[in-house]
């Protein structure tokens, strides 16, 4: 048996999969008081409905939010920074960027939280460019630092010194004296967080690294803790944000590489439901009860990013390149001061939670919406886990809509317009932005709310087909058990391409090798069966960012205008021109090394046999400019091959599927449900 788990802002998601491809699910309210409760509550359902015991357990795989969790809230430890003296004041000037240009009224967008001025101290040491020793680290400076530190009740520190990406002595050497004065704080080094150059940038994830350390180290432990006590065996395997899992004592040494944890998951679910269609370019959209997650997956490898944002905060960590907003089916409604209808971003959750939760929740919210609308069955909601407060809901909704002065039939509407609107912005920016017309992809939807307005979206990004995994509600926590066991490193080394020491970048990539191959050791994998892909980030002379391109090891001098002509077109498709005769320098090295995990073998959930007649479960009244009779179907009844014509609603545990007029839905032989419009 092999179990994943992700928790959502409203649903602890979890499925547990048999060597025989059986699949059992379940959706349990998440517990934001102690998130490990609904994770305890969730295993023990599933493993009830799979009829499994704890002891059958193989692989256990978490996506976690706690790292985005403690940096949204400010709950991460009492940090300090060590960095070079002269130098104290970096994380407070960042890069001078405004977010809202004319907003005169706004708060520094650099997160001075992790640590005021007070716990930011100077330590003299220098080394100039080339790693070479101008100033000998002064040891009394981190000895008297430590103990002012401690004083204040600090739990970790990060150490940031100039030049440390090239040598790491001083800040090895600073480690060690803390170890030995204050072993009860963890330390964080740039040099091993993130040795690439960009002092603001380097300086902040290892500030976030040290911020979320303690917060990390102990969730992971009550992880741990929590499964042992319900006699699950192992050692429970964490999501990164790159998109490859890790096991949890090592993902406990690198905490910051777990800020996209839970979205990375609901891309590589998307990724192997759509692979299993025959699908290869594809956005996914996965729209939970809080946020909604929109990545590109492009043949077949989703998009990746060098570096993301916590809020307005660079956070300079891999990781799987998605959009993240807060519209979800908790988003609140709200009117805004000009009388313009808004939604999002603040969110039920899963206490109050909507309206129709009937738990103390009397704002509107698309969830609502839904139930105005009479896409959701209030009735057979989750499963009939939950039943639905019509009332309640249509009472939300009627005040938003007396604002807006609509009936509240047009302020449903008006809502899932709102919102998917919003969506339809997101795509956009995974797509368009990034040089891709979003007419070539698929529409892959997950999430609670995902296949609720899917075929909506994609008529207005004129998409041509969207794509319904059997389980999309629960493929987020699915897509952990597809993952590879993976590990990255990178190396700053600039040089240009025509000029370039190659035996100097092969020696890089060597010690890239190698450290990646130490980290498989400590997984205790097979070292023949590991894989390794290698990149280099490169750009225009005197261009200030990079674009990351593949290259093969070692590095010959016939390789180099090959990488250099990749460069260019990849420059012409992300910015729209290249400049060929302008020459090109290498800026950092990268490599990840791989173990893929066997693939999870699933059988189709859908029946070889059977008539569509027999998945019709009744009829309801449905909104599509007018409320429409509407055909009601269970996803678990639909025979392989079934074509559904709209107006239809399409039930099932984890979600529900709306197939608008027009277009038709296929239960292709993956059991997967493709709508496409009828043109």
């Given at each position: 048996?092999?179990?994943?788990?992700?928790?959502?802002?409203?649903?602890?998601?979890?499925?547990?999969?048999?060597?025989?491809?059986?699949?059992?699910?379940?959706?349990?309210?998440?517990?934001?008081?102690?998130?490990?409760?609904?994770?305890?509550?969730?295993?023990?359902?599933?493993?009830?409905?799979?009829?499994?015991?704890?002891?059958?357990?193989?692989?256990?795989?978490?996506?976690?939010?706690?790292?985005?969790?403690?940096?949204?809230?400010?709950?991460?430890?009492?940090?300090?920074?060590?960095?070079?003296?002269?130098?104290?004041?970096?994380?407070?000037?960042?890069?001078?960027?405004?977010?809202?240009?004319?907003?005169?009224?706004?708060?520094?967008?650099?997160?001075?939280?992790?640590?005021?001025?007070?716990?930011?101290?100077?330590?003299?040491?220098?080394?100039?460019?080339?790693?070479?020793?101008?100033?000998?680290?002064?040891?009394?400076?981190?000895?008297?630092?430590?103990?002012?530190?401690?004083?204040?009740?600090?739990?970790?520190?990060?150490?940031?010194?100039?030049?440390?990406?090239?040598?790491?002595?001083?800040?090895?050497?600073?480690?060690?004296?803390?170890?030995?004065?204050?072993?009860?704080?963890?330390?964080?080094?740039?040099?091993?967080?993130?040795?690439?150059?960009?002092?603001?940038?380097?300086?902040?994830?290892?500030?976030?690294?040290?911020?979320?350390?303690?917060?990390?180290?102990?969730?992971?432990?009550?992880?741990?803790?929590?499964?042992?006590?319900?006699?699950?065996?192992?050692?429970?395997?964490?999501?990164?944000?790159?998109?490859?899992?890790?096991?949890?004592?090592?993902?406990?040494?690198?905490?910051?590489?777990?800020?996209?944890?839970?979205?990375?998951?609901?891309?590589?679910?998307?990724?192997?439901?759509?692979?299993?269609?025959?699908?290869?370019?594809?956005?996914?959209?996965?729209?939970?009860?809080?946020?909604?997650?929109?990545?590109?997956?492009?043949?077949?490898?989703?998009?990746?990013?060098?570096?993301?944002?916590?809020?307005?905060?660079?956070?300079?960590?891999?990781?799987?390149?998605?959009?993240?907003?807060?519209?979800?089916?908790?988003?609140?409604?709200?009117?805004?001061?000009?009388?313009?209808?808004?939604?999002?971003?603040?969110?039920?959750?899963?206490?109050?939670?909507?309206?129709?939760?009937?738990?103390?929740?009397?704002e509107a919210t698309v969830t609502d919406a839904s139930v105005v609308l009479g896409y959701l069955n209030p009735a057979r909601f989750a499963d009939g886990a939950m039943t639905l407060d019509v009332a309640a809901a249509e009472r939300a909704v009627a005040a938003i809509g007396r604002r807006l002065g609509v009936d509240p039939v047009a302020a449903a509407a008006g809502i899932h317009r709102v919102v998917n609107a919003r969506m339809a912005d997101q795509i956009r920016l995974v797509t368009i932005k990034r040089g891709y017309d979003p007419r070539q992809f698929s529409l892959v939807v997950l999430g609670g709310a995902g296949p609720v307005h899917g075929a909506a979206l994609a008529e207005e990004m004129g998409m041509a087909?969207?794509?319904?995994?059997?389980?999309?509600?629960?493929?987020?926590?699915?897509?952990?058990?597809?993952?590879?066991?993976?590990?990255?490193?990178?190396?700053?080394?600039?040089?240009?391409?025509?000029?370039?020491?190659?035996?100097?970048?092969?020696?890089?990539?060597?010690?890239?090798?190698?450290?990646?191959?130490?980290?498989?050791?400590?997984?205790?994998?097979?070292?023949?069966?590991?894989?390794?892909?290698?990149?280099?980030?490169?750009?225009?002379?005197?261009?200030?960012?990079?674009?990351?391109?593949?290259?093969?090891?070692?590095?010959?001098?016939?390789?180099?205008?090959?990488?250099?002509?990749?460069?260019?077109?990849?420059?012409?498709?992300?910015?729209?021109?290249?400049?060929?005769?302008?020459?090109?320098?290498?800026?950092?090295?990268?490599?990840?090394?791989?173990?893929?995990?066997?693939?999870?073998?699933?059988?189709?959930?859908?029946?070889?046999?059977?008539?569509?007649?027999?998945?019709?479960?009744?009829?309801?009244?449905?909104?599509?400019?007018?409320?429409?009779?509407?055909?009601?179907?269970?996803?678990?009844?639909?025979?392989?091959?079934?074509?559904?014509?709209?107006?239809?609603?399409?039930?099932?545990?984890?979600?529900?599927?709306?197939?608008?007029?027009?277009?038709?839905?296929?239960?292709?032989?993956?059991?997967?449900?493709?709508?496409?419009?009828?043109?």
């Amino acid at each position: 048996m092999q179990i994943g788990v992700d928790i959502g802002g409203t649903f602890t998601d979890i499925v547990a999969l048999d060597n025989n491809g059986r699949l059992a699910l379940a959706k349990v309210p998440s517990t934001p008081k102690d998130l490990l409760d609904g994770i305890a509550a969730a295993t023990t359902r599933v493993l009830a409905l799979a009829g499994a015991a704890p002891g059958a357990v193989e692989r256990f795989i978490h996506g976690t939010t706690i790292a985005t969790n403690a940096i949204l809230e400010q709950k991460g430890a009492t940090t300090a920074i060590l960095t070079t003296e002269g130098f104290e004041d970096v994380l407070e000037l960042g890069r001078m960027k405004r977010s809202r240009m004319y907003d005169l009224d706004m708060d520094p967008e650099v997160p001075t939280f992790l640590a005021p001025r007070r716990r930011r101290l100077g330590i003299r040491e220098r080394l100039d460019a080339k790693g070479r020793v101008l100033l000998p680290l002064h040891e009394e400076d981190v000895r008297a630092a430590v103990a002012s530190l401690r004083a204040q009740g600090v739990s970790a520190i990060a150490v940031c010194y100039l030049f440390s990406f090239v040598n790491a002595a001083h800040e090895r050497r600073t480690r060690e004296i803390v170890a030995k004065l204050a072993p009860e704080i963890s330390v964080s080094l740039s040099s091993e967080v993130d040795p690439t150059f960009r002092e603001y940038e380097r300086l902040c994830v290892t500030a976030f690294d040290a911020y979320l350390g303690p917060v990390v180290k102990r969730y992971l432990a009550g992880l741990a803790d929590t499964l042992r006590g319900l006699g699950v065996p192992g050692v429970p395997l964490i999501m990164r944000s790159r998109g490859g899992i890790v096991s949890a004592a090592l993902a406990a040494q690198q905490p910051v590489t777990l800020f996209l944890s839970g979205p990375a998951g609901g891309v590589i679910g998307a990724g192997f439901a759509a692979e299993r269609s025959g699908v290869r370019d594809f956005v996914s959209l996965d729209m939970g009860g809080t946020s909604n997650d929109v990545a590109m997956v492009r043949e077949g490898k989703p998009l990746l990013a060098s570096e993301g944002a916590i809020g307005p905060y660079p956070v300079r960590t891999p990781m799987v390149d998605v959009n993240t907003i807060g519209a979800g089916g908790g988003s609140i409604a709200w009117i805004d001061a000009a009388g313009g209808l808004r939604v999002g971003p603040r969110s039920a959750g899963a206490e109050p939670g909507p309206a129709c939760y009937a738990r103390g929740g009397d704002e509107a919210t698309v969830t609502d919406a839904s139930v105005v609308l009479g896409y959701l069955n209030p009735a057979r909601f989750a499963d009939g886990a939950m039943t639905l407060d019509v009332a309640a809901a249509e009472r939300a909704v009627a005040a938003i809509g007396r604002r807006l002065g609509v009936d509240p039939v047009a302020a449903a509407a008006g809502i899932h317009r709102v919102v998917n609107a919003r969506m339809a912005d997101q795509i956009r920016l995974v797509t368009i932005k990034r040089g891709y017309d979003p007419r070539q992809f698929s529409l892959v939807v997950l999430g609670g709310a995902g296949p609720v307005h899917g075929a909506a979206l994609a008529e207005e990004m004129g998409m041509a087909e969207v794509l319904v995994p059997e389980a999309p509600g629960v493929l987020a926590a699915f897509g952990l058990l597809a993952a590879a066991i993976e590990h990255h490193h990178a190396r700053t080394l600039q040089a240009r391409t025509d000029v370039a020491d190659l035996g100097a970048i092969n020696r890089c990539l060597a010690e890239l090798d190698a450290a990646g191959r130490g980290r498989m050791r400590e997984e205790g994998v097979p070292a023949q069966e590991v894989r390794v892909t290698y990149a280099a980030d490169t750009r225009y002379m005197g261009q200030a960012y990079e674009l990351e391109v593949p290259i093969a090891a070692p590095v010959t001098a016939d390789a180099v205008p090959g990488i250099v002509a990749t460069f260019h077109a990849v420059h012409e498709r992300v910015y729209g021109y290249a400049r060929t005769q302008q020459p090109v320098e290498f800026v950092n090295f990268r490599a990840v090394h791989t173990f893929p995990l066997p693939r999870p073998v699933v059988a189709p959930a859908a029946r070889a046999h059977g008539t569509l007649d027999e998945a019709r479960i009744g009829d309801r009244r449905a909104y599509f400019g007018a409320f429409v009779p509407t055909a009601i179907y269970e996803r678990a009844r639909l025979p392989l091959g079934a074509r559904l014509a709209g107006p239809a609603i399409v039930e099932q545990t984890d979600t529900t599927t709306v197939i608008p007029p027009d277009v038709t839905a296929l239960v292709d032989e993956a059991g997967n449900l493709r709508l496409r419009r009828d043109r």
